[in-house]
């Protein structure tokens, strides 16, 4: 396989994508925040100092999708359609999920800006959280799932066994 990032003589290099057809593109990505269970239902309850935190973490994931060319070197400018940050509550194991989706009409795919909004979004909550506790733990962040472009469809296998959600 070769690494795309790199030219011949080793150099990093961002990768030429004007030869390539204008498609429509989609990824998911997820990732899970464990915490404790004080701090659970503080979120739950909406009642955390610093404020709502998932309506925050909302729009810090979102903002994350939009600037991930500033944050990863080789990363192009995109013009974003959609961005969406959703949390699934699971009570039992006082994990929140925070699943992010992004859209964009164009010639390179939009993995790295849902990566980056699920990571901008379990930041933020951790964030918001850590003045009631600091053990909270970030986990299992991954793409789920991508369409379009020319390598075509791919759907993350499932986690292994021991994870539980």
């Known amino acids: 396989m070769e690494l795309t990032h790199f030219d011949q003589q080793g150099n990093a ?3 030429d994508v004007s030869e390539k057809e204008i498609t429509s593109r989609t990824a998911v990505a997820e990732g899970i925040l464990e915490v404790n269970r004080e701090v659970f239902e503080a979120i739950r309850d909406k009642t955390v100092k610093k404020g709502d935190v998932l309506t925050v973490a909302q729009v810090a994931g979102i903002m994350g999708c939009k ?10 400018l995109l013009n974003l359609t959609h961005a969406s940050l959703t949390f699934e ?8 999920r925070a699943v992010c989706t992004v859209k964009t009409e164009g010639k390179t795919g939009v993995e790295m800006e849902a990566l980056t909004g699920v990571s901008t979004a379990l930041l933020t909550i951790y964030d918001m959280c850590k003045a009631i506790d600091r053990h909270m733990v970030i986990r299992e ?11 075509g469809d791919f759907y993350n296998p499932e986690l292994p066994p021991d994870v539980s959600f």
């Open 89 to 96: 509550l699971l009570p039992e194991a006082c994990r929140i």
């Open 141 to 151: 962040i991954h793409l789920r799932e991508k369409h379009g472009g020319k390598s």
């Open 67 to 76: 600037r991930t060319q500033d944050l990863i070197p080789m990363c192009h």
């Open 13 to 15: 290099r961002m990768v």
